[in-house]
């Protein structure tokens, strides 16, 4: 590829849009608003809080209760250790103190220095110009009138022709069939094969048995005696610390000296630049109202009182189908599922119950202290029943537990 396969081409200028030219609008703006135009004030009326008052009452009983840290974190009874501190080797100067400071023996006491007031006399500065109260709202407002609501009509009540049909769906479509008797389900009543009475004992009241507590000693307390001897009321402090040679310190600065008479200069900048000019205040411009309330006084007629006609109630007839008065006796199904699945199981006794099983020898104790049983007829089987007890010593309160 070569330049010269590309070929020259016309180069023409950029053509810019030029805007048109602004041309003002010769109507006049009327700077009405929708919210001017359609909205009408109503009374204020103040609305009723929807928030429910607080009614509930606070507890006054104190709660006692037991922190984590209290319970958990309890102090060591271990001997306090020695602090670890340099031994001191201060000896205060048996000269007396001159309680004097560097500001004291540099700064010496100078006396008062009179100033003269800078400040200008306080001569009034009154303007003479009055204020022009013309403002863009006075200038630019028109008054429109206001035009005339529209009213709409209400239509007529017609009441319809065509007389109500009383007729349902339960009346058009319910025939009353009489239905099959219901099945009753329930199995049939049997005897108690058993003529054994209850057993009152249970596992709790046979293992369980109640141990002998001793009686709780309680000493008496000892009769309190009063001392004889008086009680000294004095304290380390006011024994010891009498200060007999004491008296108060007496301050060293010196006294500030309080300037009396003279007359004080109350004026300040605010006071002399800034006075109060003689205006009067003008009143808010209103608008002329232009709505003529009616005279005549509401007649509080609504649609229903001035429409509605009372029709009599229309008794409406039954269609149920009557009773048929009481049925015979008719026996009781008893077919369900639990009686006919069911099987009765013998109730037998359960192995960890006895002091040895029957059927069973024991072969060992295992290192957690389980006695392992395994029965007399599979004596070479893998088959074993492991029997936990808690306490070996008392046959009354053991734990046990087979395991295949």
Request: charge should be positive; proline fraction near 13%; charged fraction near 25%.
């Amino acid at each position: 590829m070569d330049w010269r396969d590309f070929g020259p081409h016309k180069v023409l200028p950029m053509k810019i849009h030029q805007p048109n030219q602004f041309v003002p609008s010769e109507e006049h703006m009327d700077l009405l608003t929708t919210y001017k135009q359609d909205y009408n004030p109503y009374p204020i009326c103040r609305v009723d809080l929807i928030k429910p008052r607080d009614s509930k009452y606070p507890c006054g009983d104190k709660m006692e209760c037991l922190p984590t840290y209290k319970a958990d974190y309890l102090p060591w009874n271990q001997p306090r250790r020695e602090l670890l501190r340099p031994p001191q080797n201060y000896q205060p100067a048996s000269t007396k103190f001159d309680s004097r400071t560097t500001h004291q023996d540099d700064y010496s006491m100078k006396g008062l220095v009179n100033t003269v007031s800078c400040k200008p006399p306080a001569v009034p500065k009154l303007c003479h110009v009055p204020l022009e109260d013309l403002t863009n709202y006075k200038m630019s407002y028109m008054a429109h009138p206001l035009e005339k609501r529209f009213v709409y009509e209400p239509e007529k009540f017609r009441p319809s022709e065509i007389p109500f049909e009383s007729f349902t769906t339960h009346k058009e479509s319910y025939r009353g069939l009489m239905g099959e008797a219901a099945k009753s389900l329930k199995p049939p009543a049997r005897p108690c094969g058993r003529d054994t009475p209850f057993s009152t004992t249970t596992e709790f009241r046979d293992k369980y048995q109640a141990w002998p507590t001793p009686q709780v000693f309680s000493r008496a307390p000892a009769a309190y005696v009063p001392p004889e001897e008086k009680m000294d009321l004095l304290t380390t402090v006011q024994a010891h610390y009498t200060y007999p040679k004491g008296a108060p310190a007496q301050p060293c600065r010196p006294a500030r000296s309080v300037k009396k008479g003279g007359h004080f200069e109350s004026s300040t900048t605010t006071k002399d630049d800034y006075k109060q000019w003689a205006s009067v205040r003008t009143g808010p411009v209103r608008p002329v109202p232009q709505l003529n309330l009616p005279t005549e006084p509401l007649d509080c007629l609504t649609t229903t009182r001035a429409h509605y006609v009372p029709h009599p109630p229309i008794a409406t007839k039954s269609c149920k189908p009557p009773w048929a008065g009481p049925r015979g006796n008719i026996p009781v199904e008893g077919q369900t599922t639990y009686t006919i699945s069911f099987t009765p199981k013998e109730m037998s006794r359960c192995l960890a119950s006895y002091p040895e099983p029957p059927g069973y020898i024991f072969e060992e104790t295992d290192a957690l202290g389980h006695r392992i049983y395994r029965p007399i007829s599979q004596t070479g089987s893998r088959r074993s029943s492991c029997l936990s007890v808690g306490d070996s010593e008392n046959p009354n309160q053991q734990e046990l537990a087979v395991s295949a």
